[in-house]
């Protein structure tokens, strides 16, 4: 690696109170002649053109791949806490960890720990687990629509059962889902569906055949007025109606309480199933999830990230007499060789007791807005357009005027080439942010105030450079 000193521009920022485990309530931030590091790939780019000959796009997901952003991945070594460590030994404060299951921080010891204790007894059992029974338990006094639960092994997993489920409880085929919105790559989903396939630039998936799609009836985010339209047009069609509760996939985009709240009242009235998607705000953006954070109960949720601490899982849950439809209660099918592995049900375990503490989201709220507040007041004074929000330990922005209700306009007005270089000059600088204007970035616990002024003083300087670009 080498290094430039570069003077940077005073930004002052003050916090709100700090809950728990933070140091202090106030922050005055100062960065003038801050030293700031610019990094070189060499072994990451080498790592990454083998990988190339080896894997499709040298990735094993696509967004990892850096196509939005321009340049080549970065190839990690080792993680710990709020920070990851290339094969270069480049050290960056890490914003995406692992897409949301760091929440506690990377590599943490007590999780670890559990960990090995477990794996000294094995790692698949292919039965029965206690475990199961633990997390279980867990997941059903923290989440108010859950009262009974299954386990299975991705996000994607777990809406592919939710939607079954449905389509049984209900005895209907169509469901409304909403532009942006992921919900993992089966093929019923894979339509205006945000995250990778808009990063991507791909309308649809090919291979996904029509037949797949027909039953998926997409509507508009924070507009109760197209589901309103969907559900008039297919009365008595409808088996569920499916969200992100806080939008994640299409960069950062939260739901006013009116469309949460209407969204409930219009299921009921159609007798449409409705759905949290709560793979990625699950356990993040409060205790309880977004459910809990709005107010608003679904029928089904689907989790997964948080719940697994770091190790492969998902999970679905919601009321009783619909999850009895589930085998091998009921005869609606689902299985997995690797649910409820005992590794898995561990680490999820030690890190919902870490979440469970009086205060954590509060402050992962507190520092996440100290972070959206200090960039965009950078954005403003160099001038450029810029929004963004925070929820719980969720947050993010985008390159235009605010605020962005949903993905439409998210992609009509966001400056993707600004972007872009943003995103390739904050890596070489030390911050790691997830490669694309349609992803959100999250926080952990393992993040301190520091943490957050260097990231601010870093983005004051690269917004000055990209202005002068302008």
């Given at each position: 690696?080498?290094?430039?000193?570069?003077?940077?521009?005073?930004?002052?920022?003050?916090?709100?109170?700090?809950?728990?485990?933070?140091?202090?309530?106030?922050?005055?931030?100062?960065?003038?002649?801050?030293?700031?590091?610019?990094?070189?790939?060499?072994?990451?780019?080498?790592?990454?053109?083998?990988?190339?000959?080896?894997?499709?796009?040298?990735?094993?997901?696509?967004?990892?791949?850096f196509k939005s952003v321009g340049g080549n991945p970065v190839v990690f070594d080792r993680v710990k806490?709020?920070?990851?460590?290339?094969?270069?030994?480049?050290?960056?404060?890490?914003?995406?960890?692992?897409?949301?299951?760091?929440?506690?921080?990377?590599?943490?010891?007590?999780?670890?720990?559990?960990?090995?204790?477990?794996?000294?007894?094995?790692?698949?059992?292919?039965?029965?687990?206690?475990?199961?029974?633990?997390?279980?338990?867990?997941?059903?006094?923290?989440?108010?629509?859950?009262?009974?639960?299954?386990?299975?092994?991705?996000?994607?997993?777990?809406?592919?059962?939710?939607?079954?489920?449905?389509?049984?409880?209900?005895?209907?085929?169509?469901?409304?889902?909403?532009?942006?919105?992921?919900?993992?790559?089966?093929?019923?989903?894979?339509?205006?569906?945000?995250?990778?396939?808009?990063?991507?630039?791909?309308?649809?998936?090919?291979?996904?055949?029509?037949?797949?799609?027909?039953?998926?009836?997409?509507?508009?985010?924070?507009?109760?007025?197209?589901?309103?339209?969907?559900?008039?047009?297919?009365?008595?069609?409808?088996?569920?109606?499916?969200?992100?509760?806080?939008?994640?996939?299409?960069?950062?985009?939260?739901?006013?309480?009116?469309?949460?709240?209407?969204?409930?009242?219009?299921?009921?009235?159609?007798?449409?199933?409705?759905?949290?998607?709560?793979?990625?705000?699950?356990?993040?953006?409060?205790?309880?999830?977004?459910?809990?954070?709005?107010?608003?109960?679904?029928?089904?949720?689907?989790?997964?990230?948080?719940?697994?601490?770091?190790?492969?899982?998902?999970?679905?849950?919601?009321?009783?007499?619909?999850?009895?439809?589930?085998?091998?209660?009921?005869?609606?099918?689902?299985?997995?060789?690797?649910?409820?592995?005992?590794?898995?049900?561990?680490?999820?375990?030690?890190?919902?007791?870490?979440?469970?503490?009086?205060?954590?989201?509060?402050?992962?709220?507190?520092?996440?807005?100290?972070?959206?507040?200090?960039?965009?007041?950078?954005?403003?004074?160099?001038?450029?357009?810029?929004?963004?929000?925070?929820?719980?330990?969720?947050?993010?922005?985008?390159?235009?005027?605010?605020?962005?209700?949903?993905?439409?306009?998210?992609?009509?007005?966001?400056?993707?080439?600004?972007?872009?270089?943003?995103?390739?000059?904050?890596?070489?600088?030390?911050?790691?942010?997830?490669?694309?204007?349609?992803?959100?970035?999250?926080?952990?616990?393992?993040?301190?105030?520091?943490?957050?002024?260097?990231?601010?003083?870093?983005?004051?300087?690269?917004?000055?450079?990209?202005?002068?670009?302008?």
């Amino acid at each position: 690696m080498k290094f430039t000193t570069t003077a940077l521009l005073t930004l002052s920022l003050t916090s709100t109170a700090a809950y728990g485990w933070t140091r202090s309530s106030a922050l005055h931030m100062s960065a003038t002649e801050a030293a700031t590091e610019t990094y070189t790939f060499t072994k990451s780019e080498a790592i990454f053109e083998e990988a190339q000959t080896l894997m499709p796009g040298g990735v094993s997901s696509p967004v990892r791949a850096f196509k939005s952003v321009g340049g080549n991945p970065v190839v990690f070594d080792r993680v710990k806490g709020a920070y990851a460590f290339d094969v270069d030994d480049n050290k960056y404060i890490d914003y995406v960890g692992t897409w949301g299951p760091a929440i506690i921080g990377h590599a943490d010891d007590a999780v670890l720990d559990s960990i090995k204790k477990t794996m000294d007894k094995g790692t698949s059992f292919g039965a029965p687990c206690a475990l199961e029974n633990e997390l279980a338990k867990m997941v059903i006094a923290a989440v108010p629509s859950v009262e009974m639960v299954r386990f299975c092994n991705s996000g994607t997993e777990a809406c592919m059962g939710m939607i079954r489920l449905c389509r049984a409880y209900t005895q209907r085929e169509k469901v409304i889902k909403f532009e942006g919105c992921y919900h993992g790559h089966a093929d019923s989903f894979l339509v205006q569906a945000g995250s990778g396939v808009a990063t991507l630039g791909l309308p649809d998936s090919p291979g996904v055949p029509k037949s797949a799609t027909e039953a998926t009836l997409c509507a508009e985010y924070n507009n109760l007025e197209s589901v309103k339209a969907i559900l008039e047009g297919n009365k008595d069609d409808i088996a569920a109606v499916i969200l992100e509760p806080v939008v994640g996939n299409s960069g950062f985009i939260r739901p006013t309480k009116e469309f949460l709240e209407g969204l409930r009242a219009l299921s009921d009235e159609h007798g449409a199933v409705l759905v949290f998607d709560e793979v990625m705000t699950g356990f993040r953006v409060s205790y309880g999830g977004a459910q809990e954070y709005f107010g608003v109960t679904p029928d089904i949720t689907t989790m997964g990230k948080v719940i697994g601490g770091g190790l492969p899982v998902g999970a679905y849950g919601g009321k009783k007499e619909i999850m009895e439809l589930v085998a091998p209660a009921g005869p609606m099918y689902q299985a997995g060789t690797l649910s409820g592995n005992p590794l898995a049900m561990t680490a999820g375990i030690e890190t919902l007791k870490r979440l469970s503490e009086p205060g954590v989201h509060a402050e992962l709220e507190r520092m996440g807005q100290m972070l959206v507040d200090g960039i965009l007041a950078a954005g403003e004074k160099h001038g450029h357009k810029m929004s963004g929000g925070v929820a719980g330990g969720m947050f993010g922005w985008f390159f235009c005027e605010g605020p962005v209700m949903n993905f439409a306009q998210a992609a009509a007005n966001s400056d993707l080439e600004k972007f872009g270089k943003w995103h390739r000059m904050m890596l070489e600088r030390g911050v790691y942010l997830a490669p694309s204007q349609y992803e959100a970035g999250f926080m952990s616990m393992a993040h301190t105030e520091e943490d957050i002024e260097k990231t601010i003083a870093i983005a004051d300087q690269v917004l000055g450079l990209l202005a002068a670009e302008e």
